[in-house]
């Protein structure tokens, strides 16, 4: 009778020795580093923007870390939050009442990610294509349905519902939703059968269909979570700045997408986790954040923003690089 | 004039580790110019380590190479070829879109006025190395839709071009058919009688005993021995491998043969097969023969679901079985070991833990969750049943070796408990010692009660494991032989049959 390790790596190395841990490290260093170091930074006022601010970015990239986990990719979802403003503009404006409005603003956006699904399932297109395409075309439709006006007119109770606190404290109240979408998301990815498949799609797709994961569902069931979760950014999106317009969140699929990255998640898909992006997504509020309150431009945010991200998708190889030629070296040395 | 031009390549001692894995302890091949030698080793032994070293893809820590009598160290496939040293793989890589004289030429156009490529000299070439070669393919097809073993021939000729001095070939055979590896052999043998050092490395004794003119043994990274092959037999060569004595390579148990669990009728798939009928019972291997390419993987995936079919049924245990529904036809007991392990068997990047329990994630979870606690209780007990050699549960499938990756999916699927384990190739790619290993099992499992659908390309492997042998050709069933009809005569001649004489 053979046994068997758990692990070849002791548990602490296992616990702290990975990519989402370093990025929780960076996040606190760069948060302890503020508060030190940037006025105003460690003012209460400053985390509530800073969460309001990123709550879309948070919600989408839930979704969108399962999608790049299978080794696909959705660039409509910025697209699918104006999408669901406006229509949840027009339909207020026009009578229907609020709660009603909200919901056929989630179905639609359901919706628009279902037909991602089926055009890349179905139809058997690549994603990138794919939601290159949608990005247009439901942008195009929001803007067509609004032109370049805006739906203002918001009861003030709901509105004040985007921006309201828990208790006394400055913690905004949409914390609790992203709180919960984060454990079920985490669930569903890490303790569920249905996220087993989905790390066995983005490794080896064919090797998941022998073992019984239906690829094409999967896949579909991701897409729609992903309309549906952009959908829900999109109510909340208008009702925070209090306005349905056709161009919403322009760019937003970006800096999601981006977020993702930089928490971990591979782009070839199979590797990446929950609370790794979540720190990514922190990550990359805090440094805006505290470079706009130290006085830099927004170009110096870009930049920076795009040199971590590439950084970041630098790192891995470039760790495994120095470990092969120290190995080397004690090698040499050993002779 | 076989080994009388003095050794072409040497490696003396030669040294390699990967971490704290050692991969090569103290391997040593000395192959003569103009020969042919044979490389042999389980699985793990350390000759594809040994290849990558001599191709410049690897470095060695420590130990001699010496290319003919020069000391030399290769920092990179380039260097290694510019040398004089080509490596054939099992599964070479063209470029498809492009003509066979341009994949010969790839990087080396000749040029002509201007650096104009010179089409009609690369062409004149082309066909002067086909002619040497004694093979007949048109230079100006496209790659792609060649067969493997044409690949593999371009690939040869690419190296005469290189004036390559050593060849490799690292199992060139494992996907070839019976002609397809006559003419492999007879390339070889041209290759050696121009003055070539030939290395083959091949799990097939017959093929090793038939074409080389010495062989060396090489067991747990170590070199083990080297004689002319007429002074050795299969029986010495398998004793040395394993350094341990094999009984009965293919230890069949009689086992008591119950009701019908697989009955397939009339399955058909346009283009693939047509018409054809099966049964497995219980307690009952039947091996699936035929050519490669007759449908035997076509017909185990359309049962198994994962291709559709246009016609006929699948029943277990006299239930229908959906079509295309692979997760039904696993509930109701159909279990697919696939031929291409690598990619349809497991997940490489994945550890042994997920791998073996990808299969019954669904009836380990609890009310729709599943912790990594539940899936290493269930995958360390199997593995240690089949006995898979890794040290931690979190080692990842694609460092194993062959014969533990066959390992690790058998454990995959018979944690499923199914009613009938339909495996395709079991053996294939896998060292003597897992081999004998995983007949054993089948064996066991047979006794068992467990319904066994063996498909196989190796003749012994068919005739001592069955107790009834299926054969298809070109789609459709040729022949059904008992135990005692099936011989190598019977089960070829159907196997080669083309339907026309049965229509």
Same mark, same amino acid.
């Given at each position: ?57 948070? /919600? ?14 959705? /660039? ?80 003030? *109770?709901?509105?004040?519902?985007? $921006? ?6 400055? =913690? ?54 992903? *309309? ?52 990514? =997504?922190?990550?990359? *509020? ?22 971590? /991200? ?9 760790? *495994? ?9 004690? $090698?040499?040395?050993?002779? | ?20 894995? &050692? ?31 001599? !191709? ?31 490596? +054939? ?99 070889? @043998? ?48 398998? @004793? ?41 019972? !219980? ?81 380990? !979870? ?42 690790? &999916? ?9 009613? &009938? ?30 319904? +066994?659908?063996? +498909? ?11 107790? @009834? ?35």
């Amino acid at each position: 009778m053979n046994t068997y390790a758990d692990s070849a790596r002791p548990l602490l190395m296992r616990l702290f020795v990975n990519r989402d841990a370093a990025v929780l490290l960076l996040l606190a260093v760069v948060v302890l580093y503020s508060m030190a170091a940037v006025p105003f930074f460690s003012n209460d006022i400053t985390l509530y923007f800073l969460l309001l601010d990123l709550t879309p970015i948070l /919600l989408i990239a839930l979704p969108m870390t399962l999608v790049i986990i299978t080794g696909e990719i959705d /660039l409509s979802v910025a697209s699918t939050v104006a999408l669901s403003s406006v229509l949840f503009g027009v339909l207020h404006r026009d009578g229907v009442p609020i709660l009603l409005a909200a919901v056929l603003a989630l179905l639609t956006g359901a919706l628009a990610g279902a037909f991602n699904g089926f055009l890349v399932t179905k139809v058997g297109l690549p994603s990138l294509a794919v939601t290159i395409g949608t990005l247009a075309l439901y942008r195009g439709i929001a803007v067509g349905l609004l032109g370049t006006t805006a739906i203002t007119e918001w009861p003030e *109770g709901w509105t004040d519902l985007a $921006k309201a606190k828990i208790g006394e404290s400055m =913690v905004p109240l949409v914390l609790i939703p992203i709180v919960v979408l984060s454990v079920l998301f985490a669930i569903l990815l890490h303790f569920t059968t249905f996220g087993r498949g989905v790390y066995a799609i983005g490794l080896s797709k064919e090797a998941a269909r022998f073992s019984g994961v239906n690829v094409d569902r999967t896949k579909v069931v991701l897409f729609t979570l992903s *309309g549906l979760v952009s959908a829900l950014a999109g109510i909340y999106f208008t009702l925070r700045y209090g306005s349905a317009r056709g161009d919403n969140a322009t760019g937003l699929e970006l800096q999601v997408i981006a977020a993702v990255l930089l928490g971990g998640v591979s782009i070839f898909g199979g590797k990446g986790a929950i609370p790794g992006v979540l720190g990514g =997504v922190l990550l990359i *509020g805090v440094i805006a954040s505290a470079l706009r309150l130290a006085d830099y431009s927004a170009n110096v945010i870009q930049i920076l923003t795009g040199v971590l /991200l590439i950084a970041s998708v630098v790192a891995p190889s470039l760790l *495994g690089w120095i470990g092969a030629t120290r190995q080397r070296k004690v $090698k040499s040395s050993r002779k | 004039m076989t080994g009388t031009d003095g050794p072409a390549l040497v490696l003396r001692d030669v040294a390699k580790s990967f971490g704290s894995v &050692v991969a090569l302890r103290a391997a040593t091949l000395a192959v003569d110019a103009g020969s042919i030698h044979a490389l042999v080793g389980e699985n793990g032994a350390g000759k594809s380590t040994l290849v990558k070293i001599i !191709s410049g893809l690897h470095r060695r820590d420590g130990g001699e190479f010496l290319l003919e009598g020069r000391s030399v160290d290769f920092r990179s496939t380039a260097e290694s070829k510019a040398a004089g040293i080509a490596v +054939i793989y099992q599964e070479p890589t063209l470029f498809p879109d492009l003509s066979v004289t341009e994949n010969i030429f790839m990087g080396r156009q000749p040029t002509g006025r201007w650096g104009r490529i010179d089409r009609r000299a690369m062409n004149t070439e082309a066909h002067a190395l086909f002619e040497q070669l004694g093979v007949q393919i048109d230079p100006d097809r496209p790659a792609e839709g060649l067969s493997i073993a044409d690949q593999q021939i371009i690939e040869i000729a690419k190296a005469i071009s290189l004036q390559a001095r050593v060849l490799i070939m690292d199992e060139p055979t494992a996907a070839l058919s019976g002609n397809e590896v006559e003419r492999l052999m007879t390339v070889a @043998r041209t290759l050696r009688d121009s003055g070539c050092a030939v290395v083959f490395i091949s799990h097939r004794f017959d093929e090793v005993f038939e074409l080389c003119d010495t062989i060396t043994v090489m067991r747990d990274g170590s070199y083990v021995s080297t004689d002319p092959v007429d002074q050795v037999d299969v029986d010495d060569v398998v @004793r040395r491998l394993v350094g341990r004595e094999v009984g009965d390579l293919y230890p069949k148990q009689p086992s008591e043969i119950g009701d019908v669990v697989l009955e397939v009728k009339g399955l058909t798939s346009l283009g693939l097969f047509s018409d054809v009928d099966l049964t497995v019972r !219980s307690g009952e291997i039947v091996g699936l023969a035929g050519l490669v390419g007759a449908g035997r993987s076509e017909v185990a995936q359309a049962i198994f679901g994962v291709d559709s079919y246009n016609a006929g049924t699948v029943h277990v245990d006299g239930r229908p079985v959906p079509a295309r529904n692979p997760v039904k036809a696993m509930e109701m007991g159909i279990a697919l070991v696939p031929e291409d392990r690598r990619r349809h068997g497991l997940v490489l990047e994945e550890d042994i833990s997920r791998n073996i329990t990808s299969a019954t994630r669904r009836s380990l !979870s609890h009310g729709g969750l599943i912790w990594s606690a539940l899936e290493r209780r269930s995958a360390r007990q199997w593995a240690s049943r089949l006995e898979v050699k890794a040290s931690a549960l979190d080692t990842l499938g694609g460092t194993l070796s062959g014969g533990n990756q066959q390992k690790v &999916v058998l454990a995959k699927w018979l944690s499923t408990e199914p009613r &009938v384990l339909i495996i395709d190739e079991p053996t294939r790619g896998i060292d003597v010692g897992t081999k004998s290993e995983v007949h054993r099992l089948l064996s066991t499992l047979a006794q068992e009660g467990l319904g +066994i659908l063996m +498909i196989s390309s190796e003749l012994p492997e068919v005739l001592g494991m069955a107790d @009834r042998v299926v054969v298809l050709s070109e789609g459709h069933v040729t022949a059904e032989l008992g135990r005692d009809e099936a011989t190598p005569e019977a089960v070829m001649h159907a196997a080669t049959s083309s339907q026309r004489e049965h229509a």
